[in-house]
């Protein structure tokens, strides 16, 4: 809507929601002659108040950013050397259709995979990518959710249905476990703020000492990965001392009498060395949990790219469900999902023709929307050639040079690729192994849909706010051109993409137009308490499945299972003399998205450098000083950043900054990380947690 003038300039204001990290929170944006000058949050839910973002303030340097792709590039060679010449979308895409048609006719569909991260997973255009991939006739589609939520919502879903929500702003108590939420979802952490104010307990479970865990009632500062004994402790309390919701039990859940006696042996006592805590204060955290009702319990990615992540998660689900919240208001909300046409056409690829994740099964089974995420398999395909050789590769809005474990084998991988095309609106660490380079607009430039947004009860549209940047198409565009391109016009008709979403929404009575209507969000249900007392649980059972019979047909246990020495595996175990500190992935900071944003001057100015946080104690035995420069190896890598003393890592552990690899290849945390071990059941790699030595840095100046 036009606003008003300033200067000569004609003002507007447009409403969208903001995509730059997975938030996605309503905003304003303000432009002047049609440039996006500024963009703030719009108000939310009750009971939570505005916050600052600096990557929202710093929305127009990301958009207008000099660095951004503003043409599609092919590389080529002069006398040998490889440079970049700009072609136009019509020669790429047929260059692209031909080669991967090339690729089909010699090698067979399946040797083509796609696989999609951070920012287009949270919309509509993965829907697109797998319907193209299905036409095309290739299973081989990942997004990175191995990595990411995915891996922690199998567990919901096998344990009870579907993830849950927590309803923080009737909870009276409320446990963090494995989530940084004043860092990566300040909307989050508003409303727990909010929840503390009105008297709610807080439990924090955490291997730093966060802004949330230095606020809470109890704080229990755990063995990096040791979460799913832990779990299964605070079980063991609830069943011994009698704090469980006996009727919930009864009425609603299966195989309460065989997890009794598998958790037998988790008493705290047994448990808590293993975790290095104290058996009073897994007590403490079980009954505070038990009985403040109603509580809620949120997990994080502090849980993911853990190899027991599977198991640790069916854990803390049968912990969840033992307490009773299930729910309840104030408890751990099931909202249903937006009943959206489904259209992947995944009955096209030939039944014959085996996945290269056809180890993890789980993922093809458990969300008809998500799709295949099983990440973790793809380097190993690629470079061990089974089940068969992988020869293209389409990287769309992912940077696996930096997101990926094991750095110098993601290298490796990509460089055998014979062809690949990334889908990016910058030249990231990823775009050398390309033959061809596709510009990407921002979210500030694409219209889609967004079934994560703000509330899990309310659907969102994306909306384009500025004119596309340069030459650079969104990645609905991107794709339908391709597709086109290809020949596949019947199953891609759509010429705008409000056309393509409409035909998704039809089911659901909800059109573009409406949601335009209400960029705060449509509701498309009420929030129903206890729905399991009408519909049942959306499980094979109908109940709860405390023994999962699921997992058990696919050969995993069927209840959590931790083997002593195996529970807390983390990779390099055996090496641990040499290497004797445990790092942890973390620190996620308010300025930049994974390896996103360290290019905006106005950001990096903020937040200039990385730091490995070590306890002073620690820093004093290695004869360190404050900001001095150590190398931090593993037997896979290392790296070189500025040690930093904190008292919020225990000693023996040490915190390194993520994300910073696409700045400088120099800090990269997964040049030490491992990808040798994979979770059984969802293939995850262990990302978060690795053996590694401090040094002083010599060569440091
Ligand atoms: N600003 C910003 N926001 C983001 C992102 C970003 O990169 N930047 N990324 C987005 C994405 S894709 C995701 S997945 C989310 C992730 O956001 P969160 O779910 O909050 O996850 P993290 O920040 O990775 O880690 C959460 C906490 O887990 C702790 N932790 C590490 N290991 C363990 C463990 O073994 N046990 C326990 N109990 N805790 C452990 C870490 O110390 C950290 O405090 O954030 C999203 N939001
Ligand atoms: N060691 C370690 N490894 C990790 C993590 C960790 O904490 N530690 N975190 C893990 C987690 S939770 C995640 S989610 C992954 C994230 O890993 P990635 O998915 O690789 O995440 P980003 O680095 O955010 O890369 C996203 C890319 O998308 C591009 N992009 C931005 N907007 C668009 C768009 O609209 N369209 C397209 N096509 N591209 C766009 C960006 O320029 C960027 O290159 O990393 C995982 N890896
Ligand atoms: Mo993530």
Known sequence: MQDGCKGTAIVERRKTICHLCSASRPIEVVLEDGKLVSAHTQPGAPGEYRYFCPKLKAASDILYSPDRLKSPLVKDTHRGRPYWREISWEAALERMAETLNAVRARHGAEALCWITGNVPDYGMPWDYANRFMSVFGSPNIFGNGSLCHAAREIAHVFTYGGMTAPDYAHSRCIVVWGKNEADTNPAGYNRILSARKNGAKLIVIDTVKTKLASMADLWLQIKPGGDGLLAMAMIQVLIDEALYDRD?????????????????????ENVAPLIWLKPEDIRRAARLYAQTRPASLIDGNGLDMYLSVAQTMRAICILRALSGNLDQR?????????????????DRIPKDIQPISHAYPFFRQYHKARGDQTLGCVV??????????????????????????????????????????????????????????LPATTPFETTQLNLRGMS??????????????GNAWPDWKIIFELAKAMGFKEEF???TVEEAIDHQLEPTGITVNQLRAHPEGLAYETVRYEKY??????????KVELVSERYEEHGYASLPRFEPG??????????????PFIGISGARSRCYVHSQF?????????????????????????????REKVRVESPNGWIRMKARIWNGVRRGTVRIAWGWGEWNPEWSINNLTDDSEHDPVISTTSNRSFYCRIVRDEGAS
Not at 330 to 346: A, C, E, F, N, Q
Not at 381 to 404: C, D, F, H, R, T
Not at 426 to 437: E, G, I, N, S, V
């Open 493 to 495: 008709p759509w010429i």
């Open 248 to 268: 919930f039990i009864r009425h609603w859940t299966v195989g309460f009498e065989r997890l009794e006696r598998e958790v037998a042996h988790h008493t705290p």
């Open 598 to 626: 360290r290019h905006v001057p106005s950001l990096l100015h903020r937040e200039p450098e990385p730091f490995v946080d070590m306890h002073p104690e620690d820093v004093e035995e290695l004869g360190l000083c404050d």
């Open 380 to 437: 190993d395909a690629i470079l061990e050639e089974k089940p068969y050789p992988v020869k293209a590769l389409v990287v769309q809005g992912m940077n696996p040079a930096v997101s990926l474990p094991n750095a110098n084998r993601v290298r490796d991988a990509l460089e055998k690729i014979d062809f690949m095309v990334v889908i990016d609106p910058l030249k990231t660490r990823t775009a050398p192994f390309a033959d061809l380079l």
């Open 456 to 469: 899990p009860y309310c659907v969102m549209l994306q909306n384009q706010v500025v004119e596309w940047v």
């Open 533 to 542: 007392k009408e519909e049942g649980f959306q499980t094979p059972s109908g």
């Open 566 to 579: 195996a529970e807390n595996r983390i990779s390099f175990f055996e090496m641990r003399k040499a290497y």
């Open 330 to 346: 104030g408890g751990d909300l099931i909202p249903t999902s937006l009943p959206v046409r489904d259209i992947k056409l995944k």
